[in-house]
């Protein structure tokens, strides 16, 4: 095989002798970042800019009856307003659920909806005339919970979805879960809530729109996801892709709340064509609160059959969704809520029912972790309490069932590594909580609990077979390498990823890297930073395109050298014989040669995911490559006479498989922690509806950073991170997720420390002092030690699809459902997955496919 | 961001000068310090003044006089939070007060802000702390543009409460307020400063200029020993959900002679614990003493549902802190961890 000698040159640098890959190398944007050299979108500037200002429904929902610009237009500055017509296409993140309109235009779903957008030639003017803009509506009822929306079907909030006000319901069940039952020696069923909560990223959403010459603009902003805004833009704007250019600014924060495309990226677009000038928007607070797309809050009901041994026999899962006013992810979401149950432990038996509603609030969609929190917290929670019923150590519990690598699961994923069981032992051994759980002072406890995350979903959002991310190299006689990528850095380090992976395998510095990416029109496509996907899949990128070029530049230096190509040394910026270190070229000097051998230097590297052996409708969310794995340890400090709390010290072990730079996963450990502490402890995306008699409000609790509370640095306990290094073979050099498992086990390992501590369950977040004193106070009448929701709606989640489990002898598919899913030889404008993946082996098979 | 509304900013260089632009603009003018209660609440619209003077280029206002501990202490109205914590005079001779201010909002904010806006500080509620959008979604409330408390929405009155964190302790300590108008000048019992009304809750009038806060000179006879405690979500930048700051003199042998309790943030102005001083006064300060008071400071707050926490929480808690706080004092143990703002400065 032509490919072979690839693999075998490929493979002599794929190993730990890199001088970045595997140590704690300083990131490559640091020193601008913390000098303050790095522009974000809000810090550009052109001439003639001009600034905008969206102005926003005041009603949770209703029609509009009249936008009046009068006093608008006497504002000194003003250039210009837009209203919803002039961008009638709808848009939205998934091609299910196109529900969004730049401006509303004629129904507003929620306090905060963009009904109009005003433009001055400063940003004081802009705000001013955006106060005077009048907009006079007709109210309808609104819906503020999942019970609500569940209850009147009437109006409804969109036409679309489900049925009434249900956006999305599934019910799944794999194998034979009554048996499964049947089996179980105890049975335990519990009910969980998980409060909404925003991403509150340091940098508020910001866009500059630059038209340029004739019907071509280029769309500056704060987006994880600048590909998904290209293909919105195109659609709302009618322009060709090729007219609109989309840059990624480097984010200061996502955490998935810039992947959607936004309304405002969207209006600057086009206000900027109308006017013909550069023009700005920058979110204040309270704005982004109501862009949102935070976590759902979510309703729960776990039944578990558990054997004496602690060996779980079946679970059925539902879970409620608040969803907001608008699609976004959340059909995504809701599936999230049941896909990652089956990962950690053995589950040999599963039914997930999961519902999401319409309400009249900002929507909810992908926060790190996107849909998994809630339901690990009801699972982590769920077994420490399965545990004390059966007489065993939580730890041991979990150590003792723990899912198998490479295991398909009933809910047909395939796992690949799975360290777990290092990283339950890391945190068990350092906390101490062999000799210290269960004997340490009242009101002093120790709580444990697990997680697992992807590393990068399976599939895109959109239907395609193309590559999920490319790389391309630029080399020439310089000796530097421009790395064309269009993957986003939000702050989590990938470009300093890539960097180090291209700098390893071709022998250079850091510095002689020059990075270009988040750019549509240089930058091959990648989709983006969510789902933890980019080290994976554009690092599986990088080291293809970067191997390609290493063998051409070796292939002609061994021909100068009189060498063979397999013996050649890339290192310390010099191309040198293995065998005979003195017989060697200057990096500079080896593309020169390769360059006047082959002509122009220029590789490319893409990749694809494996494919996934479920077939049923639903099964596209949940595969990945691999997972992450997280265990936690929390030590926690309750007064029992007021229901204060402090946590103490985290203990957190994270699968990492390798970690490319211990320093960024370290941060992303303690970064996760700092989060899962705030969503466990305190943050609340809580809505206020007035006295129904005498007002029709529903709106946002506190949306700004002073009363949205969210810990400081005063809150955070201390945090020992464990690096558990195991490498998956799907990974670049083995390279795992960190961006969002270790988020996980948080909140979790802190309600079972709470228990541990002053003996009541806290069953959901956040967890306030009052729930714990109400909880003692409970206690001390002999009622049930606990606080949190007493049932869980009534819903109905329709047509359960039968999936018969891989132990059962399953293909992967419902046994029950007359719609077809999508074959896989389906042929769509990028060909059959079939094809396009024997395609990619043909060119070359190393890395891209299995 | 939050845009400013245009106005006319006067920086004057002394007292008489600032009284007299207030004198000659009237009730649209409004007085700054640090600003970082005022434009805040500029940029949602609370206020819109015409005029806007600030304070900070008079000398005279600035400056801590503390060195001599029988005499009558004074601190300048615009001497900043910041400079009121570095100082070990203060500490030394009213840890409580020193504590309270350094549990004021955080360290950048201390640096800006000063001791006179922090006594003036304009009552709080979620209700009303909001853009004027927001406000507008609810059709606004009664302290501004409204009719309706919202959080209490059958009362006639307006139920924004006291957030500052010196007011309370000042007021037991027995502070008094030097104001100067274009008509001259008068002192006041800082308690009389305030009124029970979440709107009007400043018996200042708009032309009068806070610009001195005096304290009580130390007594041979009597030993004041204070306590400050607060309770908010967070370390720092939080206001307090509930303060108790509690100021007792006893005697020689430990017998009570007088004792002054006030309340912060259940009320819409530093809530006196009225009868504390009767149940402690004539005899040592005991267990039972101390609980009965507390017992009386839970009855005599008003926690509202227009802050963070449940109300009825902060009720709850009003009992325990008023009971640590005084715990404290008698040198006994807290039963309740220390907040968050024993942090020490």
Known sequence: MEDSKTRKVGAAYDSTSGRYVGRPFRRVDGRDKVTGVTRFADDLDFPRLCHLRLVRSRIPHGRITSIDFTQAQRVEGFLGSLVGSAMPETFGILPVSQDEHALCLERVRFVGDPVAAVAATSEDAAYEAALRVEVDYEPLPTIASVEEALS??????????????????????????????????????????????????????????????????????????????????????????????????????????????????????????????????????????????????????????????????????????????????????????????????????????????????????PKRGHGTPQPRFGFEVHLDKAAERLGLDPADLRLAHLATAGQVTANWLRLGTIALQRCIEAVVDGSGWRQRRGKLPQGRGLGLACGAYMCGAGLPIYWNHLPQSAVQLKLDRSGGIALFCGETEIGQGSDSVLAALVADVLGVDLKDIRLCVADTDLTPVDLGSYSSRVTLMAGKAALQAATRARDLIATAVAERLETAPENLVFANRQVFDSSDPENGLSFEDAVITAEARFGTLGTVGSYIPPRSPGKYRGAGVGPSPTYSYSAAVIEVEVDPSSGIYRPVHVWLAHDIGRAINPTLVLGQIEGSVYMGLGEAMMEEQAFRRLPRHLSNALVHKMPSMLEYKSPTFLEMPEVTSYLIEDPDPEGPHGAKEVGQGPLLPVPPALANAIYDAVGVRIDQVPIQPHMILQALMAKDKGEEARFGPAGFPQVDFGKTLLVPTPDEGGDGRATNDSKKKRSSKMRGDTGTMSERTEALKRKDGALTTK | MLRLPRFHFHIPDSTREAASILAAEGPDARLVAGGTDLWPNMKRRHQKPATVVSLMSIRDLQGIDLAEPSAEARIGATTLLGDLVRSSALRERFPALARAISSISSPPLRQMGTLGGNICLDTRCTYYNQTEDWRRAIDYCMKEDGSVCWVAPSSSRCWAHAASDSAPILAALGARVRLQSAEGERVLALTELYRDDGIDYLAKRPDEIVTDVLLPGASDSQTCQSSFWKLRRRGSIDFAVLSVAAAVWTDGKGIVSDARIFLGAVGSRPVPVAGATEILRGRSLTEDGIAEVAGLARQLATPMDNTDFKAQWRGLMTARYAEAALREIAGLETQIPPPHHSLQP
């Open chain 1, 152 to 365: 009147n079907p009437e109006p409804r909030i969109h036409d679309y979805g489900s049925e009434g006000n249900i956006h999305k319901s599934v019910s799944l069940r794999f194998g034979n879960l009554g048996g499964g039952f049947d089996e179980a020696d105890m049975i335990l069923e519990d009910h969980f809530f998980y409060e909404g909560n925003n991403h509150l990223a340091l940098e508020q959403h910001a866009t500059v729109a630059v038209p340029e010459d004739v019907d071509r603009i280029t769309v500056y902003s704060s987006t994880q996801t600048p590909h998904y805004l290209h293909r919105a833009l195109t659609r709302v704007l009618g322009l060709a892709a090729s007219r609109i250019r989309v840059i990624a600014c480097p984010n200061g924060g996502g955490f998935g709340g810039k992947s959607d495309p936004f309304n405002h990226e969207i209006v600057a677009a086009k206000m900027a064509l109308e006017l013909g000038r550069p023009t700005k928007i920058t979110l204040d607070r309270e704005e982004v609160f109501y862009c949102h797309r935070g976590r759902h809050p979510v309703s729960m009901k776990i039944r578990t059959g558990f054997s004496k041994d602690g060996a779980i026999t079946a679970q059925h899962l539902q879970t409620a969704l608040d969803g907001g006013a608008y699609g976004s992810y959340g059909v995504a979401s809701t599936y999230y809520t049941g896909a990652l149950q089956t990962v950690t432990y053995s589950l040999p038996r599963y039914q997930f029912d999961g519902v999401r509603c319409f309400t009249n609030k900002p929507p909810c969609g």
